[in-house]
């Protein structure tokens, strides 16, 4: 069955300190794929995503990931966090043309 | 812009009644989605429409549930004799997608869910 693994169920950083989540999907098709941010009390919001092209995309607040199709992954990274992004963090596949499937999710605390 | 609505956020309900949720999906937008969400997962889908047609139904919807769209704009959930295991967040969520197209039609937009809690 397909499935999204991310590795990091909790992660707990300090202020400007690197973020990199990872994600690993296991489908060997043509996916899009995507990354969701749930932050306190708010509702899901899409942070970046990758069809095609280029595999390294930026997406939003400073948030880039980097597809790597030989070893199924699509991993978040940010150079520099800040308390503002402490948040839950989800990896998504979209294997057909209508399912999103998501990974567990990774809670990110930052400690300012 | 509106984005995607859900009415009520908050439902709590005693075991063995009724409930009915509802999207209202960002207005253009063809295709309507729900998604179950439970404590420390993600996201699991259940069901979408194409405009009013239901064209997919995941396993995880058992009879008790059924979902319409009967005019391809808002849609309703409903829950038949709830039980605590229904106990969840219920998510919506809409794209404007069309048939053979690529990347950014596949894009979900979500709305804040409405969280369900059977006693």
């Known amino acids: 069955a397909q499935s999204v693994s991310q590795h990091n169920h909790h992660v707990i950083l300090s202020e400007a300190a690197s973020l990199e989540l990872g994600c690993n999907y296991s489908?060997?098709?043509?996916?899009?794929l995507f990354w969701y941010v749930q932050y306190p009390g708010q509702h899901l919001q899409l942070l970046l995503k990758?069809?095609?092209?280029?595999?390294l995309v930026k997406g939003i607040k400073g948030f880039e990931a980097e597809f790597i199709k030989s070893k199924f992954s699509f991993n978040l990274r940010k150079p520099s966090v800040q308390w503002s992004d402490t948040a839950e963090y989800f990896c998504?596949?979209?294997?057909?043309?209508?399912?999103?499937?998501f990974g567990a999710g990774t809670t990110v605390t930052v400690r300012a | 812009d509106t984005g995607v609505s859900q009415d009520p956020r908050h439902k709590i309900t005693k075991r063995g009644q009724n409930v009915t949720f509802r999207c209202d999906p960002i207005?253009?937008?063809?295709?309507l989605y729900w998604y179950r969400q439970t404590l420390g997962q993600g996201p699991e889908f259940l069901t979408y429409?194409?405009?009013?047609?239901?064209?997919?139904k995941s396993r995880l919807l058992s009879d008790r549930f059924s979902a319409e769209r009967p005019k391809g704009s808002f849609s309703t959930l409903e829950i038949q004799r709830t039980e605590q295991g229904d106990s969840a967040m219920y998510l919506c969520?809409?794209?404007?997608?069309?048939?053979?197209?690529?990347?950014?039609?596949?894009?979900?937009?979500f709305g804040p869910g409405t969280r369900l809690t059977v006693t």
């Open positions: 969520a809409s794209s404007l997608t069309r048939p053979g197209s690529l990347g950014r039609a596949y894009e979900q937009y």
């Open positions: 489908y060997g098709g043509t996916v899009n």
């Open positions: 990758y069809f095609s092209g280029d595999p």
């Open positions: 998504a596949v979209n294997l057909n043309d209508y399912k999103l499937s």
């Open positions: 207005s253009e937008h063809n295709r």
């Open positions: 429409f194409q405009n009013e047609a239901q064209l997919e």
